[in-house]
């Protein structure tokens, strides 16, 4: 599968971006999907995910309560809407696909993951 993410752009804190990750190749729902994100001058970081059937998703502690993943099988797309944006969401955040088993623990680690978008810019200013 292949996959491209779309939707960054340059916003103010406390607005609002809907990030698209689009599936191609084969069907998205084969896969768990995931968020991660990388900011000028420092590694990779695990955002949120969400199991391939969409019935559980997962988030790092500092984004909980304002990004929400969702998936959209029949439209092989993921999604990431991110609310009360702040500057420190600065980043390049990419998709990525997995098919690890047990995903509930692994589904924080870059490792697990098989297929990954090119990224997209976000930047907030304050």
């Known amino acids: 599968v292949q996959l491209q993410a779309s939707g960054g752009g340059l916003v103010q804190a406390g607005d609002s971006l809907k990030l698209s990750c689009s599936a191609f190749?084969?069907?998205?729902?084969?896969?768990?999907a995931g968020w991660f994100r990388q900011a000028p001058g420092k590694g990779r970081e695990f955002v949120a995910a969400i199991r391939r059937s969409g019935d559980a998703a997962y988030y790092v502690e500092h984004v909980k309560g304002r990004f929400t993943i969702s998936r959209l099988n029949t439209k092989n797309t993921v999604y990431l809407q991110m609310n009360n944006l702040k500057p420190e969401d600065t980043a390049i955040y990419y998709c990525?696909?997995?098919?690890?088993?047990?995903?509930?623990?692994?589904?924080?680690?870059?490792?697990?993951?098989?297929?990954w978008g090119k990224g997209t810019l976000v930047t907030v200013s304050s």
């Open positions: 990525a696909a997995s098919i690890t088993a047990s995903y509930s623990a692994h589904y924080s680690n870059a490792e697990r993951y098989i297929q």
């Open positions: 190749g084969r069907a998205f729902g084969n896969y768990h």
